[in-house]
């Protein structure tokens, strides 16, 4: 229970128009001071002070990721309160204004990744890339069933999407840039594989149909995803019943210059941390272990994750 100090302090901080902004927009993403500058059009030191007020009173919460703070809407605000201060059936212009800003800022940031990969398309395959090992790919492949409808997801150089399509009923090659689906399909075409199909998407919304893939396989793409649970809520959704996935990714580290470099959005995954994706996404029978060390410095271990959809 609230005691009346705390109350007031609560009511002082929400009687600021730009405070209110704050909160509207934090209600719907987690975002950082710099998005929020942004998207505001306001000076870094006063979006500082209003959600270090904001945060004091208990109505944000923050948490580091790499160099920067995400800030959201604290799990114990006062929800009803907040709900009756920030209407959402009758937003004023301002709070308008807003939502455009951030859907701004969202397909900026999407641009962003789309052209670093059309950038590095036509030498992705020649970059020294985290968790890119021969034993990770095999003890993968070695895991999947030799004959079934799969669907990789963010192709990077293609190289395990055409080992798939030698021993596959059909490979559905997804990725966001569309010049590296033309770069695959070149070296397909070049090694006698027409089993594919190339589509244009993003991980978290993949434009392929329910229940029309045997297996899933995300090698070295979820780091890549905003939201690793919506991203494989999405894998789950396409596979059919009993479907089968399989993740490929970096074990949790410290390399935080695979953030601008490499545009990976998470730096790996730890086992327990990826068990918890995966069960939170609705998979089941659900196995993560380490299987391969890169040799060379900063030696990025990968993680081998196998789930099951489960039967309707």
């Known amino acids: ?69 995400l800030y959201s809407i604290h799990p114990d605000a006062p929800a009803e309160l907040l709900g009756r201060v920030i209407a959402e059936d009758s937003l004023p212009p301002e709070f308008e204004a807003d939502l455009a800003g951030l859907e701004a800022l969202i397909r900026r940031k999407r641009e962003a990744d789309r052209s670093y990969f059309d950038r590095v398309a036509s030498k992705f395959g020649e970059l020294a890339l985290p968790g890119r090992t021969w034993e990770g790919l095999a003890r993968g492949l070695l895991s999947l069933a030799p004959r079934a409808r799969y669907a990789d997801l963010g192709v990077g150089d293609g190289l395990l999407t055409l080992m798939l399509a030698e021993v596959a009923e059909s490979v559905t090659a997804v990725d966001l840039s569309e010049k590296m689906l033309d770069q695959l399909a070149t070296r397909a075409t070049a090694a006698g594989l027409g089993n594919l199909e190339y589509v244009v998407g993003e991980l978290d919304d993949l434009p392929l149909p329910d229940a029309s893939h045997d297996v899933v396989v995300l090698s070295q793409a979820l780091h890549h995803a905003e939201d690793p649970v919506h991203a494989l809520t999405e894998a789950r959704r396409i596979l059919r019943p009993d479907g089968q996935l399989l993740v490929l990714d970096l074990l949790a580290h410290g390399e935080d210059w695979v953030r601008d470099k490499l545009q990976h959005r998470h730096l790996g995954f730890t086992e327990a941390g990826l068990t918890d994706h995966l069960a939170r996404a609705g998979f089941d029978a659900i196995r993560v272990q380490r299987v391969a060390r890169d040799p060379h410095p900063p030696h990025f271990m990968t993680l081998l994750a196998n789930a099951r959809r489960g039967p309707v």
Do not use: C, F, P, Y
Request: charged letters at 30%.
């Open 1 to 69: 229970m609230l005691v009346l100090s705390e109350t007031t302090r609560l009511l002082k901080a929400l009687g600021d128009e730009n405070r209110l902004r704050l909160l509207h927009l934090l209600r719907r993403d987690e975002l950082s001071t710099s998005d929020l500058v942004e998207i505001l059009n306001l000076g870094q030191s006063r979006v500082s002070a209003h959600l270090a007020l904001l945060k004091e009173v208990g109505l944000v919460v923050d948490r580091r990721l790499g160099r920067r703070s």
